[in-house]
């Protein structure tokens, strides 16, 4: 069966339809994600039998469907792509599905940079997962279920038992840092003027403005500013963040209940960066926007979200390192993000390759490119007198701008 032949998920943005005598499609050339090479697919004739009308062939999704949708050029597709023995550029596909159906949707929808995963388990379903693991009742129960159950490995079917004890409960609460590395800003003190612009338009863009409901107040998207100190070499010295709680201000009581919330204007965070910022003898600002994953799809034992658990668990594990001294260290590759339609900036589908090229944010620049950073100066007592030099006066940052 086709099912047991080598593929990859692949991601393609249209660009032409490849059409037979009689002008109906077959095939499509596009441009690959991540590396925008120019390719051809080619769908593979299938079981109609057995499909019945479901198959979407390129003919017939390029035909107006009931909601008026046809897919054009501009539009992006998550494929299985089939390799071509004779051709690296030509692939052979089953199923196409429709991410965004034209270019139009494409630019609204879809959101492309370098990010970083983070998720966060709720607290019941982190010590029910931790009674499975390592509870003797718990790991019994794991038993017991792995015998009756084929081609399913521990981790899988702890997982099952999570669903079936917490049916409807979020798995995780799960983040994305996206960094935009084309937008970011390598000024020195006497450019601030310029950098205090483009981070006003930054800090000013629609999807990070507060959104009051009937219940709270929130920002769909947040802010979040990596400023990289560079030496004369422009290598990385020191760097801090803007972090998404630096855009609020918050009172609490002695119990740490929070009192009182408000979010910080443009102008108002625009001021606390550049306040450290003119401080550098001269900077890489690196803006970077924070999107949640869909909740509905973090729901555990409801239809395909096993699917979209899993995903941003991996995401998770390849989006950060440990150290020499023991520390988890952020890492980002090239991802992709489509966003729930209607505005609420949601992520509901991602692209992501773990085979990428990883970097530490703090060392990310333009054209794909990475920063170095600046030898760690010797001890004074290891230097012969008269030896060494002055080092060049960086400021010492700490990783969190204060209030």
Not at 27 to 39: M, Q, V
Not at 204 to 230: G, H, I
Not at 279 to 298: A, H, I, K
Request: glycine share 6%.
């Amino acid at each position: 069966m086709q099912e047991k032949r080598p593929y990859r998920v692949g991601y393609v943005m249209v660009r032409e339809f490849l059409c037979d005598r009689e002008g109906k499609a077959f095939g499509i050339t596009g441009l690959r994600w991540p590396d925008g090479k120019e390719i051809q697919v080619i769908q593979e004739a299938g079981d109609e039998a057995g499909q019945g009308q479901r198959r979407p062939s390129f003919e017939r999704l390029r035909t107006p469907d009931y909601q008026g949708r046809a897919l054009a050029c501009g539009g992006m597709l998550r494929l299985r792509l089939f390799a071509d023995p004779l051709n690296s550029a030509r692939f052979a596909t089953d199923w196409p599905h429709v991410l965004t159906y034209d270019q139009s949707e494409s630019l609204h929808l879809m959101r492309f940079g370098h990010g970083h995963v983070r998720i966060f388990t709720p607290q019941e379903v982190s010590a029910k997962r931790h009674w499975f693991a390592a509870s003797p009742q718990g790991k019994e129960l794991v038993e017991a279920n792995l015998a009756k159950a084929h081609g399913v490995n521990r981790d899988e079917m702890i997982e099952e038992l999570l669903a079936a004890e917490f049916p409807g409960r979020e798995r995780y609460r799960a983040l994305c840092y996206l960094y935009n590395a084309d937008a970011s800003l390598r000024a020195t003190p006497k450019e601030a003027d310029l950098v205090r612009d483009n981070l006003l338009t930054f800090f000013q863009l629609p999807e990070m403005q507060p959104v009051q409901n009937q219940a709270t107040a929130y920002r769909p998207v947040k802010p979040y500013l990596l400023v990289r100190s560079l030496d004369s070499a422009n290598r990385v010295s020191a760097s801090f963040a803007f972090q998404p709680s630096d855009a609020e201000w918050v009172r609490r009581d002695q119990a740490g209940r929070i009192l009182e919330k408000r979010f910080l204007s443009p102008e108002e965070c625009l001021d606390k960066v550049m306040a450290r910022v003119v401080r550098c003898p001269r900077f890489d600002v690196l803006p970077c926007m924070v999107y949640p994953f869909s909740m509905e799809q973090m729901r555990m034992g409801e239809g395909s979200n096993t699917y979209h658990i899993r995903k941003v668990a991996k995401m998770n594990r390849e989006s950060h390192r440990l150290d020499e001294q023991g520390v988890y260290r952020p890492l980002v590759r090239e991802m992709g993000f489509k966003l729930a339609p209607g505005g609420s900036f949601v992520i509901v589908e991602s692209l992501y390759n773990q085979s990428l090229p990883a970097c530490e944010p703090e060392l990310l620049t333009r054209e794909r490119a990475c920063y170095e950073r600046s030898p760690k100066p010797k001890p004074r007592s290891a230097e012969k007198p008269g030896e060494g030099s002055a080092p060049e006066e960086e400021p010492s940052f700490s990783m969190r701008l204060g209030r």
